[in-house]
T-cell receptor
Framework: AQSVTQLDSQVPVFEEAPVELRCNYSSSVSVYLFWYVQYPNQGLQLLLKYLSGSTLVESINGFEAEFNKSQTSFHLRKPSVHISDTAEYFC???????????FGTGTRLLVSP | ETGVTQSPTHLIKTRGQQVTLRCSSQSGHNTVSWYQQALGQGPQFIFQYYREEENGRGNFPPRFSGLQFPNYSSELNVNALELDDSALYLCASNVAGPQETQYFGPGTRLLVL
C-alpha cells in the first residue's frame, strides 16, 4: 500500500527566506508524485507534478521539487517566500495516474514579515 | 477558479441522518472523484466515477455512495451518518485519462452532531 509522510505539521519562516517542505513516500511500484496547495476555505490547487524524466520539477510561482528515488523523497523548496505563500501544502502519490491520490497530512507554511 | 462548484458550502446534520452533497464539473469532464478531508488531515480518496459508473473505491463503507449524471454533475450520498463523518468533502473532476489533471472544488463542510 502506498503512503505519504509529511513530518513537519507547521513550518514558520520569514518573508524572503528560503523554505523546504519535506515529503517521503512508500510505494512498491512506479509512482506519480504531486504537491498541492490549499488556501483557507478553498479547494486544492495543483502546484507541481512528477511523472518521469527530469527529477527536478518546477512550478510557475517559483516552487520546485526534486524526486529522489533512493531516498523515496519529493521535497518542495522555494528560494524566497512571500506572505502570499502562507497556506497548507499537501504531498500526494499515485500509482495509477493523476487521480486516486494518497495524500500526506499536510504542512502549514506560515510566512511572516 | 477551477470551474468545479460544490453545494452546499456548509451543512449540519445529526447522527443517523442521511446527506447528499452535490458537485458540478467543468463541461467535458467525464470523470469525478470524491475525497474526505477530516480536520487536520489530508484528503482521503472515497471513490471515482467515469461515465456514470463507479471506477475505483477507497477504504470507505457502502453507506458512502455516489451518482454521476450526463450533465457533468454528481452526488455523494452518505447514509446513517456518524460523528466521524464530520469533514470537508471535496470533489475533483477531469477529462478521462491517467495523465489528466484533476480540478478540485472548494468543498462542502459537513458537521455531524
Amino acid at each position: 500500500a502506498q503512503s505519504v509522510t509529511q513530518l513537519d505539521s507547521q513550518v514558520p519562516v520569514f518573508e524572503e527566506a528560503p523554505v523546504e517542505l519535506r515529503c517521503n513516500y512508500s510505494s512498491s511500484v512506479s509512482v506519480y508524485l504531486f504537491w498541492y496547495v490549499q488556501y483557507p476555505n478553498q479547494g486544492l490547487q495543483l502546484l507541481l507534478k512528477y511523472l518521469s524524466g527530469s527529477t527536478l520539477v518546477e512550478s510557475i510561482n517559483g516552487f520546485e521539487a526534486e524526486f529522489n528515488k533512493s531516498q523515496t523523497s519529493f521535497h518542495l523548496r522555494k528560494p524566497s517566500v512571500h506572505i502570499s505563500d502562507t497556506a497548507e501544502y499537501f504531498c500526494a502519490v499515485s500509482d495509477t495516474g493523476f487521480q486516486k491520490l494518497v495524500f500526506g497530512t499536510g504542512t502549514r507554511l506560515l510566512v511572516s514579515p | 477558479e477551477t470551474g468545479v462548484t460544490q453545494s452546499p458550502t456548509h451543512l449540519i446534520k445529526t447522527r443517523g441522518q442521511q446527506v447528499t452533497l452535490r458537485c458540478s464539473s467543468q463541461s467535458g469532464h467525464n470523470t469525478v472523484s470524491w475525497y474526505q478531508q477530516a480536520l487536520g488531515q489530508g484528503p482521503q480518496f472515497i471513490f471515482q466515477y467515469y461515465r456514470e459508473e463507479e471506477n475505483g473505491r477507497g477504504n470507505f463503507p457502502p453507506r458512502f455512495s455516489g451518482l454521476q449524471f450526463p450533465n457533468y454533475s454528481s452526488e455523494l450520498n452518505v447514509n446513517a451518518l456518524e460523528l466521524d463523518d464530520s469533514a470537508l468533502y471535496l470533489c475533483a473532476s477531469n477529462v478521462a485519462g491517467p495523465q489528466e489533471t484533476q480540478y478540485f472544488g472548494p468543498g462542502t463542510r459537513l458537521l455531524v452532531l
